[in-house]
T-cell receptor, first 114, second 117 residues
Framework: AAGVIQSPRHLIKEKRETATLKCYPI?????VYWYQQGPGQDPQFLISFYEKMQSDKGSIPDRFSAQQFSDYHSELNMSSLELGDSALYFC?????????????FGPGTRLTVT | AQKVTQAQTEISVVEKEDVTLDCVYETRDTTYYLFWYKQPPSGELVFLIRRNSFDEQNEISGRYSWNFQKSTSSFNFTITASQVVDSAVYFCALYLGGGGSNYKLTFGKGTLLTVNP
């Protein structure tokens, strides 16, 4: 079965640089979520999109922005990167309209800021 | 506000032992969903089970079983005859749904399970 695809899997950036993470949800899933997991931490919700509109917002820094495109893929844009942004970034997708709220996670993008 | 507590930070067992991971949740909503995810050393989050607040029936899937008790706000996870491949961090999570900021998963801090041969 198709899973959530994230790219890149690993990314190394320097402070003050920008990064773009991409997420391709499971086909027919209408909702995308972004989570950030720091070292030894639990995943923290950043933002979500339902049918290409922003749905919910969590603890996402103003330096970050995201959007969902017409093909339902999503991108998380991160600017002015800081050392503290080093984390595992997960994208998850679900079929909210169908009432099936299980969020299936992608393999994550490991961002290292040096 | 919702909260998930996994009091056990780390558990270490020997292969073939049974182990139970505890999860206690807090929410004022009457409709909610509870999840368990497994995060092996490779880092991905693997969905294990979803339970809604109206279904207190316990579930068994192979060596895994889940005990949901609304009276104690607990959703515990038992692995029977543990194996080395079960070594991972296990997260319990709560999801409200229903609009607003409720569509996010709220995770517990996780329990690191180490199964020794």
């Amino acid at each position: 079965a198709a899973g959530v695809i994230q790219s890149p899997r690993h990314l190394i950036k320097e402070k003050r640089e920008t990064a773009t993470l991409k997420c391709y949800p499971i086909p027919r899933h209408d909702t995308v979520y972004w989570y950030q997991q720091g070292p030894g931490q639990d995943p923290q919700f950043l933002i979500s999109f339902y049918e290409k509109m922003q749905s919910d917002k969590g603890s996402i820094p103003d330096r970050f922005s995201a959007q969902q495109f017409s093909d339902y893929h999503s991108e998380l844009n991160m600017s002015s990167l800081e050392l503290g942004d080093s984390a595992l970034y997960f994208c998850a997708s679900s079929e909210r309209a169908g009432g099936r709220d299980e969020q299936y996670f992608g393999p994550g993008t490991r961002l290292t800021v040096t | 506000a919702q909260k998930v507590t996994q009091a056990q930070t780390e558990i270490s067992v020997v292969e073939k032992e049974d182990v139970t991971l505890d999860c206690v949740y807090e929410t004022r909503d009457t409709t909610y969903y509870l999840f368990w995810y497994k995060q092996p050393p490779s880092g991905e989050l693997v969905f294990l089970i979803r339970r809604n607040s109206f279904d207190e029936q316990n579930e068994i899937s192979g060596r895994y079983s889940w005990n949901f008790q609304k009276s104690t706000s607990s959703f515990n996870f038992t692995i029977t005859a543990s194996q080395v491949v079960d070594s991972a961090v296990y997260f319990c999570a709560l999801y409200l749904g229903g609009g607003g900021s409720n569509y996010k998963l709220t995770f517990g801090k996780g329990t690191l399970l180490t199964v020794n041969p």
